[in-house]
């Protein structure tokens, strides 16, 4: 897992890459920013490059070294990885590392400790964490992993070096889906669906019926202007109290005619989110008022879910109102 792997976060590889060449470290740093957009990589790929024997100080870990090797197959003993086990990061878990942190490496420059998901650490952990980092261990480097910094000890938070992960754009979610998922074709839809998090994506290919899920919403709605009432009023009662169905089936809708909005106002294809609905789109029988109009009824019936409307009613609503116009 060498820098030149990590795609769609250039700022912080060449922040890092820099910090390696001038020997600018910190002793820990706080990997921030939405999940699945490739910090444990990034993390990993950091640990690799610190400890490389050969490391090209231009750019990245040799791959070949015998830290590099062991790195890659996976028992480099000084590169550690705390993970949550079960919901949190117990407090037996800080103290087996600290046993680690403060032995002398076995033989590599750094010892690395990676903690995934650091806002799992529980109250306990997290006081015996910020001990060692009130006073770190020689050449040893913390890196705290998470979406969620706000729920860290403020304490923990002003001792560690922050570096800030950005959602990545939808070409590179639909390129490192091809590359891990090539069997899978709605990769270029999904990868939109997920909005700039691979691991959404990931997730989203597992569920499987999404796409699925989507087809069936779009066809009742392509529909909905010659369906008789008694067949729209039977379709939302199938929703009865499931708002998290409704609150998926109302954000399906939004992109939907959001998708109309965006292609009719700038005819760029590449904006369109329902790329496999671009010919249906393209000639869509909306006009831009009517779309106006229905994208203002959908925000509407997304606000009364937050408020605890009944969601079968919301439905109902929203529903009898595009018909009408
Ligand atoms: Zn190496």
Redesign the pocket.
């Known amino acids: 897992m060498a820098f030149k792997d990590i795609q769609g976060q250039d700022l912080v590889v060449q922040f890092l890459k820099n910090s390696i060449k001038n020997n600018y470290l910190s002793h820990a740093y706080l990997f921030i920013g939405p999940k699945g957009v490739g910090k444990e990589t990034t993390a990993l790929a950091f640990a690799?490059g610190l400890n490389?024997?050969?490391?090209d100080y231009l750019g990245d870990?040799?791959?070949?070294?015998i830290?590099?090797r062991k790195f890659l197959g996976g028992n480099q003993p000084d590169i550690n990885i705390i993970k949550p086990s079960g919901l949190s990061i117990k407090i037996d878990q800080i103290r087996e590392l600290k046993n680690k942190a403060f032995y002398k490496s076995y033989e590599s420059k750094y010892k690395v400790i990676i903690i995934d998901d650091a806002h799992l650490l529980t109250d306990q952990a997290s006081n015996s964490l910020l001990k060692i980092l009130e006073e770190p261990p020689q050449n040893t480097i913390f890196i705290l992993v998470t979406p969620e910094p706000q729920q860290l000890l403020e304490t923990i938070n002003s001792r560690c070096q922050q570096v800030n992960f950005n959602y990545l754009s939808d070409e590179i979610v639909s390129l490192i889906l091809r590359e891990k998922y090539p069997e899978y074709e709605q990769g270029a839809v999904i990868s939109k669906f997920a909005r700039g998090s691979v691991g959404e994506a990931i997730e989203m290919l597992n569920q499987g019926d999404v796409l699925e899920n989507r087809d069936n919403i779009l066809s009742f709605l392509n529909n909905l202007e010659d369906m008789s009432i008694e067949r729209l009023l039977a379709f939302a009662e199938k929703w009865d109290k499931d708002r998290e169905g409704v609150k998926s089936f109302l954000e399906i809708a939004q992109i939907w005619f959001r998708d109309h909005l965006v292609w009719k106002v700038t005819g760029e294809e590449m904006l369109v989110i329902n790329q496999d609905y671009l010919k249906q789109i393209k000639t869509g029988k909306y006009t831009l008022d009517r779309i106006n109009r229905i994208l203002q009824i959908l925000h509407s019936s997304s606000s009364a879910l937050k408020y605890n409307v009944n969601p079968r009613l919301i439905l109902e609503i929203m529903l009898l109102k595009i018909k009408k116009g």
């Open positions: 690799q490389c024997l050969e490391y870990s040799c791959n070949k070294c830290s590099c």
